[in-house]
């Protein structure tokens, strides 16, 4: 999933059409439109990291090895926010963590672990792929856009749709063995 299609979706359903039409198009923006965009990309990476890290972790697997048991952290493909497990021949083994690397007693580990999203620009790529949805992004989206902008009873609104959607998901991973972070607290910083 695409943030510019997130974006254009939160302009539709906050009523900015002719804005929506214009980033479709290519259009050259205002400043003041260039603004807004930036504050719904940075809306949009505020709830892609509130999924990550409260709903829908990303987790990641890497093979790595080394002759003296010792796995630099930069060699994984993101930075890990929490190791999972080190497994070696598929068993979990004992690891010590240290800020730049793990240490263990194995030459060959595969390190499962989670990671926050990166940050993301209009033309990047959601993390997530399909796995959340256009429509739940988007009323996330509108919801932090509306607190920052002081519209409290929007922002109500679209918080409502935006859980909704969120706990809808929360329960379809649930089902099929997906493993979530449990419940979204509220956004409390207004």
């Not at 299609?5 to 003041?32: F, H, K, P, Q, Y």
């Not at 796995?131 to 519209?151: D, K, S």
């Not at 749709?161 to 956004?187: M, T």
Request: glycine share 6%; with cysteine; charged share 30%.
């Amino acid at each position: 999933m695409l943030i510019k299609d997130v974006i254009i979706s939160v302009l539709r359903i906050l009523g900015r059409n002719a804005l929506a039409s214009a980033i479709e198009d290519g259009a050259a923006l205002t400043a003041e439109e260039r603004e807004t965009v930036t504050t719904l990309v940075y809306c949009f990476n505020a709830v892609e990291s509130e999924i990550a890290v409260n709903y829908l972790p990303l987790t990641e697997k890497k093979e790595l090895e080394s002759a003296t048991g010792q796995y630099f952290l930069f060699l994984l493909d993101h930075t890990p926010s929490k190791i999972i497990r080190v497994t070696a021949g598929g068993k979990e083994v004992e690891y010590e963590l240290f800020p730049e690397y793990i240490k263990t007693e194995e030459k060959a580990v595969v390190i499962e672990y989670e990671y926050l999203p990166s940050k993301k620009t209009i033309d990047d790529s959601s993390e997530y792929g399909t796995e959340i949805g256009e429509r739940a992004f988007a009323c996330g989206v509108a919801a932090e856009y509306c607190l920052i902008n002081g519209e409290t009873d929007a922002a109500d609104i679209w918080e409502a749709k935006y859980r909704k959607a969120v706990d809808k998901i929360q329960s379809s991973a649930a089902e099929s063995g997906i493993k979530s972070g449990g419940y979204i607290p509220p956004r409390r910083w207004v």
